[in-house]
């Protein structure tokens, strides 16, 4: 089971003017311009789609018959709905016209004509994790000008909030300045925010929500990878390569070999039923594992059982707080997990994806997207190496938690090491086509 996007609507915002560029991509909506030969809007559906949220919400207006014919009701298996304004409402004013169709809390929303690289599943972790009314995520840009700036506490509370608007007091700094953190356009928002907005008038999130939030629940999340938007003629030709040179999918990992994990014992200290963020300790050797892995171009997936919910003993909200504090040690050392995969099952429920049933397995797979495998698996316990024999592939046993008495116990794995960092040293020939032995 993934992190909850599957019970998210998400919203894309794909009504805007596009006045910037009309003289490029004449008579033909802003998110329908073409991108490395398909609609930039599909872009981020493909995303979405990949990331595990099964319906999404756009909101049309201008020219909104050229997004409704292309697309209809289905965009690779995720289901579409449209909200469609008469008049130019802003960002909050189309979101709240679309109330009525957005189902769950909190709501995702996305810009329609921007694309940032990101894990949407750990975005919504951090978001849970930091009880926030509205998370913001951020990505780091050269050249902040032409886009909102937020500034942080170390804990990720917004302090300040300046959208892009040259020549006013306050505005982004000029072109030229050091990397800054700027709005992406990705938001998590709860519904008691949405519920909030007046009807039928028209408002911005950047300049009218936001700015109000500060201090009052709205965070933001360093989580966004390579960001481009195609607002300009400049930003548009920009695009093009963009995506000439980068996955297609934002979510990391997308049709790369990936490499499950599994986490306690692992890649962090067994801790029994670990459900308090303060108790994540990474082992010695993971950093360095993980990130020998990362180089290699492997993704790093998570796959862990967690019969303590099952079990009653704690929530999955109380799940998305560790793993947000596991996610954020590691992003500090530049480390990304490109999914966390779990089984909340009882022991005895006879599920598919406790492992070692292969469903994380596969679950991993769908959400990386066409092409991506699992290529070995790291565990520290009997039903991790017996997970490895069912996908075939490597099982690669750590000594650190119960592995030492698994070895004890007769489990035969491929390998034994002390560490991550001795796992990656096995594997890394993996990435290079080459075979490694045993």
Known sequence: MSDGLSRVTALVLAGGLGTRL??????????????????????????LAGAGVRRTVLGVGYLADQVRDLLGTTYDGMALAYSEETEPLGTAGALRRALPLLEGDPVLVLNGDSFVEANLAAFLAWHRAHRARASILLARVADP???????????????????KDPGVPGAPAASGAADSWVNAGVYLLAREVL?????????????????????????????????????????YAEAQAFFASGPEVAEPGNGRPFVLLD???TLIEERHYLADPAGVVLLPGAVEGLRALQAEGFALV??????????????EASLAAVHARLEALLAAEGIRLSGIFYCPHHPDAGCGCRKPATGLAEQAAAALGPGAAPVAVLGDKRSDV??????????????????AA???????????????EEAAAILAPLRRGERIGR
């Open 386 to 403: 017996e997970l490895a024999r069912a996908l075939h592939v490597p099982a690669v046993l750590v000594t650190t938690g119960y592995g």
């Open 263 to 265: 986490r306690d014992g």
């Open 302 to 315: 998570l796959a862990t059982n967690q019969a303590g919910i099952g079990r009653g003993l704690f929530s």
């Open 406 to 420: 698994e070895l004890e116990a007769g489990v035969r794995p491929d390998y034994v090491v002390d560490s991550l």
């Open 195 to 235: 519920d909030g907005l007046p009807a039928r008038t028209p408002l911005s999130l950047e300049r009218d929500v936001f700015p109000g939030l500060v201090g009052a629940g709205l965070a933001a999340c360093r989580g966004g990878g390579r960001f481009i938007d195609i607002g300009t003629p400049e930003s």
């Open 145 to 163: 000008a032409r886009y909102g700036t937020v500034g942080t506490d170390p804990e990720g509370r917004v302090t300040a909030f300046r959208e």
């Open 22 to 47: 009309r003289d490029t991509v004449p008579h033909r909506q802003k998110v329908m311009a073409p991108v490395g030969g398909r609609p930039a809007l599909t872009r981020v559906l493909d995303q």
